[in-house]
């Protein structure tokens, strides 16, 4: 159990251009989603965290209004970049927790997006 | 300073071998503790979480010392398959946590 997917999982676009990127938890509820950020040789940083039916908590220095997440269902939260630039070009992850309580995160397997 | 340190690596070893990675953390808060792997391209999977009475699954040693605010982890026998890259995380807030991801440690297993 407690299994996640991302989807696309890869995706190339053209500068200017939105891209969704999709996050579900398939076999759980997932009150809470978070989306990391993972650049070459770097660690994995937390971008925000949706809590769902309400509004993300993004991290100091991610612009929400250029990362839009939204946390509809209990197993569905988006992340739109929108304009997206060459600088985004990153692997996104994205991880589900059952509640905001339980720190037990399980990791979706990553949207590689590459912004030419 | 980052809130997560791990030695920078890479280790290299031969298969057979011991190895010990290390990792501190600065914020006292801190809750729950874990380490991850990573794969080239991939996401993080958990590899067990870290406790002060220490923890052992197989070959893998886990052990927190939060006096010193101090995690280590322990391959023993390694193996080829090991090569990864070795994520020390911390989980630190109540209602509502914040996972921290150290930047890895890189292993590098070779026969």
């Known amino acids: 159990g407690a299994v996640v997917s991302q989807h696309p999982s890869w995706v190339i676009c053209k500068s200017g251009t939105s891209v969704k990127i999709e996050c579900r938890s398939l076999?759980?509820?997932?009150?809470?989603m978070f989306w990391y950020r993972q650049f070459p040789k770097q660690s994995l940083m937390l971008m925000a965290t949706?809590?769902?039916?309400?509004?993300?908590?993004?991290e100091q220095g991610v612009e929400k209004d250029k990362f839009l997440i939204n946390h509809a269902s209990l197993t569905l939260s988006t992340l739109t970049v929108t304009s997206a630039h060459p600088e985004d070009s990153s692997f996104y992850i994205c991880?589900?927790?059952?509640?905001?309580?339980?720190?037990?995160?399980?990791f979706g397997p990553g949207t590689r997006l590459t912004v030419l | 300073r980052k809130e997560v340190e791990q030695d920078p690596g890479p280790f290299n070893v031969p298969e057979g071998a011991t190895v010990a990675f290390n990792c501190t953390y600065s914020n006292s808060a801190s809750q729950s503790f874990f380490w991850y792997r990573q794969d080239c391209r991939k996401e993080p999977k958990l590899l067990m979480s870290v406790y002060s009475s220490g923890n052992e699954d197989g070959r893998f040693t886990a052990q927190l010392n939060r006096a010193s605010q101090y995690i280590s982890l322990l391959i023993r026998d390694s193996k080829l398959s090991d090569s990864a890259t070795y994520l020390c995380v911390v989980n630190r807030g109540t209602g509502g946590f914040k996972t921290i991801f150290g930047a890895g440690t890189r292993l590098f297993v070779k026969a």
């Open positions: 949706s809590n769902e039916g309400s509004k993300a908590t993004y």
């Open positions: 991880s589900a927790a059952r509640d905001s309580n339980t720190d037990t995160q399980y």
């Open positions: 076999d759980f509820q997932a009150t809470t």
